[in-house]
């Protein structure tokens, strides 16, 4: 029965590892659909996200009957609770691709924002890309270290996020109502993909060492 529970808890790690990898094709198709106008790879982007969701529900399923079959204890336990919670990160970060997608193909065949911020939407796109391709190796192998850098790349998405809005709401805005909106939510979901990562990343950073990363005064929720 020992055998099987950790063959269990195995393949919980590595459906968390699979899910990851489809959150980063998501949002790595996302933003190019969003700045280069791209409808076809939005359209994609959108109809894929249930693989995402329904990858997700499984791992709920599989994690909720380890709990009652096996009523695992101490760090076993920490783990498939830790699972939950991942999982519902991850679908969240699928949705914020596909929000992004959505941008781009309510929007097409113009570009979402105008051109004095796409060079901000598209370094907010790059990190994100790059936060959810490390994302899915430190799931693959609680390399810490991975953890610290995700957090360290949140604060460069934070630092872009607060600019799109110095932008939109500085006096030479030249954007129509529209555009604002389209931008402010478009920086929005871009902000909260990388959130969702950092709070996965103390999870693991936790199961991996046992000590738990207070954010810092001011970090997002």
């Not at 999982?87 to 113009?110: K, N, V």
């Not at 051109?115 to 790059?130: A, H, P, Q, Y």
């Amino acid at each position: 029965m020992r055998e099987v529970f950790q063959q269990e808890l195995a393949e919980v790690r590595e459906r968390l590892v699979t899910i990851a990898e489809l959150v980063a094709i998501s949002i790595d198709h996302a933003t190019q659909a969003f700045n280069n106008s791209d409808v076809s790879l939005a359209e994609t982007v959108i109809a894929d996200d249930h693989r995402i969701d329904e990858a997700a529900v499984n791992l709920d399923e599989l994690a909720i009957n380890i709990l009652a079959r096996q009523q695992p204890v101490a760090r076993d336990l920490r783990v498939v609770v830790s699972a939950l919670r991942i999982s519902a990160s991850l679908e969240r970060m699928g949705d914020m691709s596909s929000h992004i997608a959505q941008l781009a193909r309510y929007r097409f065949p113009d570009k979402v924002v105008p051109k004095g911020l796409r060079t901000t939407f598209s370094e907010m796109g790059r990190i994100d890309v790059e936060i959810a391709n490390k994302l899915t190796e430190l799931l693959r192998t609680e390399d810490v270290n991975l953890a610290d850098e995700i957090r360290n790349q949140d604060d460069e998405i934070d630092d872009l996020h607060l600019s799109v809005f110095d932008k939109v709401l500085g006096e030479t805005w030249k954007g129509g109502a529209v555009d604002t909106v389209d931008a402010t939510l478009a920086s929005r979901y871009h902000e909260r993909f990388a959130d969702h990562a950092v709070s996965i990343a103390k999870k693991v950073q936790y199961l991996a060492t046992g000590d738990w990363v207070v954010p810092s005064v001011g970090a997002g929720n």
